[in-house]
Structures are given as structure tokens and as C-alpha cells.
T-cell receptor, first 114, second 110 residues
Framework: GENVEQHPSTLSVQEGDSAVIKCTYS??????FPWYKQELGKRPQLIID?????GEKKDQRIAVTLNKTAKHFSLHITETQPEDSAVYFC?????????????FGKGITLSVRP | NAGVTQTPKFRVLKTGQSMTLLCAQD?????MYWYRQDPGMGLRLIHY???????AKGEVPDGYNVSRLKKQNFLLGLESAAPSQTSVYFC?????????FGPGTRLTVT
């Protein structure tokens, strides 16, 4: 099965700076890579995802990049704001294919200092 | 369209008691999941279902049972609660890869 890892477990940035969160995966056949955001006391919610046939995807201040050779993908947040403070989870399919259950990383806590 | 809902939101059990957590979704999704979330451990899959009448074990299934009698509902049961089952429980459903989570149930076992 897939193994997904996130390091470090916490990240602190100054408001307005950029934040980059990296995730590694083990199965080279994986074809879908989402990022979920969980605010304190709330449910995880999908914020952006990328498929293996695309190298980068952007949505306003957030972007995801994929490096298939190195088997890692990263979440980029520009012009960070206090509301970006949350736990961010990356994931990958347990087995490639639609409707495959996801394997989640342990999460990274991002703190944005005002 | 309520999405994914969970009942109850909070519960306190004594060791050895039983309870059932209910998850309901109105998106006609085939796949449903139960996760537990503990500090520093991320989201760990307990059981999941690929359709009505089916269930399968996830990463941490011991001490839990599940049933999917109706497509829209996925029940998680604790037959004899233990303090180690103190956690936040999330239900999710999916059509393709994207999972939609419920608001969570905070369970404390004393």
C-alpha cells in the first residue's frame, strides 16, 4: 500500500511570507494528490488537488507542484494570512484508480504570526 | 443539501459501555469511511464501505464494527468502549477521489 509522509510536523511563518509544505509518497503508480485543510475544531476540507499528468496547479494564493521522479508534491501558499493557520494533510490513493481510498499523511500545523 | 452529517457531536462513555455513531450523506456517494483523529497521528482509517451492504477493514479496525444497510448511512459501533478509544471520529463519503467529511464526533471514554 501507499506510504505518505509529511515533514516537518509544524511550520511557523510571518504574515505576508510564503509557506511551502512538502509531502512524499512511495508508490510511483499513484496518480492523484490532494491537499486538505483542517482549521481548529473543524472538519478537513479539500483545498486543491493535482493529477499525475500535470506538473503544477494554481488557485489564487495556493498552488500545488508535483515531482514524479522524486515522488513528492508540495503545497505553496503565498502572502500568508492569519486564516491560513491550520493543519494541512496531504494524501495519495491507496491503489491508483478512481474511488480508491486515500492514505493521509500525519499533517503539518501551519502557524501564521501576525 | 446537507452533505455529510454525524450524530452525536459529543459523547462521554464509561469503560465497557456501548454506543453507535451515525453518519449520513445526501450526495448519493458509493464510498463511505470512518476515521479517528488523535493528536500527532493524523487521520487513521477504521473501516470503509464501497457500497450498500459492503464493509471492509481499514488500518485500525479492532474494537469497532460497522454496518451499511442503506446507501446513505454508515454506522460505527463500539461494543465495549475502552479509554484508548477516546478520540475525534470523522465520517467521510466520496464519489471519485475527493472525500467530503462530516463535522466529527468527540468521544471520551472514562
Amino acid at each position: 500500500g501507499e506510504n505518505v509522509e509529511q515533514h516537518p510536523s509544524t511550520l511557523s511563518v510571518q504574515e505576508g511570507d510564503s509557506a511551502v509544505i512538502k509531502c512524499t509518497y512511495s508508490d510511483s503508480a499513484s496518480n492523484y494528490f490532494p491537499w486538505y485543510k483542517q482549521e481548529l475544531g473543524k472538519r478537513p476540507q479539500l483545498i486543491i488537488d493535482i493529477r499525475s499528468n500535470v506538473g503544477e496547479k494554481k488557485d489564487q494564493r495556493i498552488a500545488v507542484t508535483l515531482n514524479k521522479t522524486a515522488k513528492h508534491f508540495s503545497l505553496h501558499i503565498t502572502e500568508t494570512q492569519p486564516e491560513d493557520s491550520a493543519v494541512y494533510f496531504c494524501a495519495a490513493p491507496e491503489t491508483p484508480g478512481a474511488n480508491s481510498k486515500l492514505t493521509f499523511g500525519k499533517g503539518i500545523t501551519l502557524s501564521v504570526r501576525p | 443539501n446537507a452533505g455529510v452529517t454525524q450524530t452525536p457531536k459529543f459523547r462521554v462513555l464509561k469503560t465497557g459501555q456501548s454506543m453507535t455513531l451515525l453518519c449520513a450523506q445526501d450526495m448519493n456517494h458509493e464510498y463511505m469511511y470512518w476515521y479517528r483523529q488523535d493528536p500527532g497521528m493524523g487521520l487513521r482509517l477504521i473501516h470503509y464501505s464501497v457500497g450498500e451492504g459492503t464493509t471492509a477493514k481499514g488500518e485500525v479496525p479492532d474494537g469497532y464494527n460497522v454496518s451499511r444497510l442503506k446507501k446513505q448511512n454508515f454506522l460505527l459501533g463500539l461494543e465495549s468502549a475502552a479509554p484508548s478509544q477516546t478520540s475525534v471520529y470523522f465520517c467521510a463519503s466520496s464519489y471519485s477521489y475527493t472525500q467530503y467529511f462530516g463535522p466529527g464526533t468527540r468521544l471520551t471514554v472514562t
